[in-house]
């Protein structure tokens, strides 16, 4: 099968809904974070193996944020787009929003950051995958972003050293910049 070079986010946008059942939820009738992270999880992947075109493994998740309980009987929409490619993985950024079974306006309740590796069928070793082409300004920002995110990542886990770190340090040269004038 033959992948194009680059792709939209749009392409891979993916929406997966879940209805909060009682087994989804603690004691106190909240959804359970691991199985919203579960979701989160897997409608990541569907996005990611879809901008890809192969099968995807979760590499990483950052800043997950729990701003808002979400209730037994609730309805969560769970968004993930691709952000940004690097040369095998995809940044996604998830969002979800919570409502009641009834329809009542989205209320987003969580987002997450999560890197997924793209793997060949045939070896199951990391392949390349399509770059990203930013459609939207929002689309812009979150890939601009991608890169910073990567670096702070790589040096967290022990694989980029802090002064290799090239748009961290950007980022740092225009504030320094900035409180200069």
Not at 38 to 47: E, K, L, Q, S, Y
Not at 70 to 86: M, N, P, W, Y
Not at 110 to 122: E, I, P, Q, S
Request: overall charge neutral; hydrophobic content about 40%.
């Amino acid at each position: 099968m033959n992948i194009p070079d680059e792709r939209p986010p749009s392409y891979s946008r993916t929406t997966m809904t879940e209805l909060i059942m009682p087994n989804d939820t603690n004691p106190l009738g909240n959804l359970m974070g691991g199985n919203l992270m579960r979701w989160m999880d897997i409608a990541g992947g569907i996005c990611g193996a879809r901008h890809c075109g192969a099968h995807v493994v979760t590499a990483s998740v950052d800043s997950v944020s729990f701003s808002k309980p979400i209730r037994l009987g609730d309805v969560i929409t769970i968004k993930a787009q691709v952000t940004r490619a690097f040369h095998t993985s995809v940044e996604l950024y998830l969002e979800v929003f919570t409502t009641s079974a009834f329809g009542a306006d989205l209320e987003k309740s969580n987002h997450a950051y999560m890197t997924f590796v793209a793997l060949d069928a045939r070896t199951s070793r990391p392949r390349k995958v399509p770059h990203v082409i930013p459609e939207t300004p929002e689309e812009k920002i979150l890939f601009d972003g991608a890169g910073r995110r990567r670096e702070v990542r790589l040096i967290l886990a022990g694989r980029m050293k802090p002064e290799e770190a090239t748009e961290v340090k950007a980022l740092f040269m225009q504030i320094e910049n900035l409180e200069g004038k």
